[in-house]
């Protein structure tokens, strides 16, 4: 016994890097896979190199970096990279992985990582904690109590409030450090006596939602529990090994946060697996980049030291032996060994630093900019609150606010880049040029996926923009698809001396949906352009120079309207017992009862369903989700509908606002369908209060499938039907039970009728038996552990 623990103490500390967020907010410049975003510049320091430093500096011996995309720039980066300490690093390339669920399975079946406990990171993440006293802390709860597997490191950032005073001014507070996508709402037994150190209840970090459940049983176990929307998750976190072997037993895991969602929630005492949050200290800082927004919050505060010792005047090992920064007035750190050339008449502003080997010509203002090296910068140059990479080029009388401009770009004379602009690698901006906000331009050719099913997910339909026909979407209204109309509408914006294209997304897109290439061109419809609009929005929010405050309002006001509705509209009125569900499209079709007699309360010759169908169809999508549940409410309550009619109406009508044609591919089709869930799907979890309404969200499904016309066409074509429903359930709207239920209808009833033959479907029947499995598995995992 006492060698094997002497084995253990020696056991080498490992770490995995995960060097893909698997995300598109920094696109276009991560579409460039000689440069992706874990060796893009933060502060002239690449960013994976933050990362090894304070790796090395927790005691970590080994570490992996995997890559999914850009493996061999960062392989080759770290074959030449020097660092002091004794840290190996590996790199571990997978190309097939699209999300960081999977690059956890692929880790665990190649069963590299050894270590009791591991340290897991996203590479996106800058910090200066000292982890080694919540190292110890995880080891000592892990040993008493094997459930114990994770430890998220957490920091209070404050939370967000929105207002309006006496004079109709709008305001709002919030940290710069959180990604408008992220609103967590944590649960924590703050009774716990470990101090810092206590278990996680809840983690909730869906923006769309205005309210949130919290199981009555953890208040009998729990002496104290507090709610918290001022923590954020750093994407720091101590494992133990059981945590990889979580994510290949189930493989619908796809992103770190999502596991530890479903982890906290379990109910059942000895099915749990407990996870514990470490807050930081006052004095440590640990934040994530994101997108170009906060990109730009963590810059500012490595500038103004908030992240003491990784300052720009201490580097990390191995940059001292080429650089030296001096920090100056006003937090200006000019770099030293390769002396820069600033003109006498220029103004410096700081933050801001100055990279080796650069030139600032007379009468420049530069201000709260970070200028890389070998930097060129014009006479009479304005720049403010920007970032310019390694050897970009401004001529003079050139202005640039709020942007980053990448490697070796160059901006003519005269030319305007305005607030959230990026300018790519290599890119050019013509003379006299004044881009539009928030404009992306970039080199690099959109490539766009394949329809494999085999591995779907929330992101395999997604990768970067398509080529030709997303991009000639630009300012101008009037550009179409097409090769050379493209080019033309790029000169019209970069200037006839311009190089590069505009990046604009479309909505599936850049919402982690892949648009399919003849998307653009075959669907004209009214909701694909708000698609497209709501994308550009979308942007908009993850880029510098936003301003936040009218999205924190709606935000606001939301909430405010759903607790409008739940005091007065679903409290008191609201009856678990009112709905029975569908059987099959005569159901819907009827408002009698199985006595041939009218429903008490219902209107004669009223199509109930095809009332609330309408109702969705004709809903503004640019409208709060909120306005259209009041409405159905009130026609439920007027005609004395249920439920299950309810979420009827609004998946029938969500089929037939996809603009769907004869030519939309299965994949193009799940991915709108998708697309259209970050819209809809609150409205569906608010009227979904049982198991019924859930079976009559997949019956409904059933019946557009059974319908006939395009959509029925569509549906029913494999493996189609079986992935909406899959969707579905990823996406939490329906559950297990429901699924098994409706199975069970299934295989009781006819096997000849259409409903019987969908169900038949080989890919749908595989899905069946994957929940059936799954839920038998989780039965006898309880029921050995009441044997136990």
Known sequence: MGGDQDNKHEQKLQAVLLADSFTQTFQPISLDKTSPKVLCPLNNVTLLDYSIEFLAGAGVEELYVFCATGGEAVEAYLEKSTWTSSIKVKCVKDSSVTNAGDALRELDKRNLVQSDPFILMSGDCVTNVNIVPALEEHKLRHKKDSSAIMTILMKEVGGWSASTDSNGKKDYKASSLRSMKDDLVVALNSANPNGNHERVLLYDSNTAKTSIALPTSFFASNAQIELRNDMLDTGIYICSPDVLARFSDEFDYLDISKFISNSVAEEEEGLQSKIYASILHNNEYAARLHDPRTYHAVSKDLLKRWCYPMVPDNLPSGYDKVYRYEMQRHMMYVEQKGKSKIGRCAVLKG??????????????????????????????????????????????????????????????????????????????????????????????????????????????????????????????????????????????????????????????????????????????????????????????????????????????????????????????????????????????????????????????????????????????????????????????????????????????????????????????????????????????????????????????????????????????????????????????????????????????????????????????????????????????????????
């Open 351 to 788: 933050p801001g630093m100055i990279g080796s080997y650069s030139s600032i010509e007379n009468k420049c203002t530069v201000s709260q900019t970070v200028i890389g090296n070998t930097c060129q910068i014009g006479k009479n140059v304005t720049i403010k609150d920007s970032h310019l990479w390694e050897g970009v080029t401004i001529e003079e009388h050139a202005t640039v606010t709020e942007s980053i401009l990448c490697n070796d770009c160059i901006i003519k004379k005269g030319a305007t880049i305005p607030r959230g602009c990026i300018i790519g690698r290599g890119c050019i901006i013509g003379e006299n040029i004044s881009l539009p906000e928030f404009t992306r331009v970039t080199l690099s050719n959109q490539k766009g996926g394949d329809d494999d099913f085999d591995d779907f997910d929330d992101d395999d339909f997604s990768s970067s923009s398509t080529s030709s026909s997303s991009s000639s979407e630009s300012s101008d209204s009037d550009n179409e698809a097409g090769g050379d109309i493209v080019q033309n509408a790029d000169f019209k914006i970069l200037g006839k001396d311009g190089l590069g294209r505009v990046w604009t997304p479309s909505y599936d897109d850049f919402g982690a949906f892949e648009n399919d290439s003849d998307y653009d061109s075959d669907n004209d419809s009214v909701d694909s352009k708000e698609n497209n609009k709501r994308s550009q929005e979308l942007v908009k929010t993850q880029s510098m120079g936003f301003d936040p405050t009218d999205t924190f309002q709606k935000r606001m006001q939301r909430q405010l309207e759903d607790d409008y509705i739940s005091d007065n509209e679903f409290g008191d009125n609201y009856n678990n017992d009112d709905d029975d569900g569908f059987d099959s499209y005569d159901a819907l079709e009827s408002n009698l009862t199985e006595d041939g007699l009218l429903i008490a309360g219902r209107q004669a010759g009223v199509n109930v369903v095809k009332e609330m169908k309408s109702i969705c169809m004709e809903h503004d999508i640019s409208s709060p989700i909120e306005n259209l549940g009041i409405e159905l409410n009130s026609f439920k309550f007027s005609q004395n509908a249920t439920f299950g009619e309810c979420v009827t109406g609004a998946i029938l009508a969500i089929f037939d606002r996809l603009g769907l044609t004869a030519e939309t591919t299965a994949a193009k089709l799940i991915a709108l369908f998708k697309a259209e869930l970050t819209h809809w799907g609150e409205l569906l979890e608010k009227f979904c209060h049982t198991m019924e309404e859930e079976k009559s969200v997949i019956i409904a499904v059933e019946t557009a499938a059974t319908g006939g016309g395009i959509v029925g066409d569509l549906l029913s074509k494999q493996p189609a039907f079986r992935f909406v429903l899959q969707t579905l359930h990823d996406q939490e709207l329906i559950s297990e039970e429901a699924i098994i239920s409706w199975a069970k209808l299934r295989r009781d009833g006819n096997a000849e009728s259409a409903q019987g033959k969908l169900f038949q479907q080989a890919p749908t029947q595989q899905f069946v038996e994957w929940i059936e499995e799954d839920s038998d598995s989780d039965d006898s995992s309880g029921s050995d552990g009441d044997s136990e």
